[in-house]
């Protein structure tokens, strides 16, 4: 018996459907993974840039504090973790200022079934001038 209102042809249908909307759904998950990890890592290698640049133009002699502020960059960004599995830390300093930038690799195991590479590279440059002002040794 067959009932009012309903074709022969949709027996099924769900059937479907479902696979079919479970891998839009998580093809569309792992997609908000990838922008929310690279963005992350972004917003922590701009901070690192930064605040090491930062750091350089404050100490005295400029070159003597290269490796407190790879020390610095390297605890912003976790080195090591998810978000930044290395570190590069690129510097330049001369008579006006500071350049400091900052690249890592990102950790996106996981995220490749849906064609995103297993890691990304993020990178930041920060410029700052020197204090023409501060005490000179």
């Known amino acids: 018996m067959s009932h009012p209102g ?4 949709d027996a099924g249908g769900g059937v479907v459907q ?3 909307m479970a891998t839009v759904f998580v093809g569309f998950t792992m997609l908000i993974v990838f922008i929310g990890r690279v963005n992350d890592s972004y917003a922590a290698v701009e901070s690192a ?9 404050l100490a005295r002699d400029p070159a003597t504090a290269v490796d ?4 610095d960059a390297a605890a912003t960004v976790d080195e090591g ?22 690249t890592c690799i990102v950790d996106l195991t996981g ?12 990178t930041a440059t920060a410029d700052e001038p020197l ?7």
């Open 49 to 57: 840039a930064r605040y090491s640049a930062r750091t350089l133009t």
């Open 18 to 20: 479902l696979p079919l």
């Open 111 to 122: 995220l490749d079934v849906f064609g995103i590479p297993g890691e990304w590279t993020v």
């Open 131 to 137: 204090d023409r002002w501060r005490e000179l040794q």
């Open 68 to 71: 407190a502020a790879e020390a």
């Open 81 to 102: 973790s998810r978000g930044c599995e290395a570190m590069d830390f690129a510097h330049s300093i001369d008579a006006e200022g500071v350049s400091v930038t900052v």
């Open 6 to 9: 309903r074709g022969s042809g």
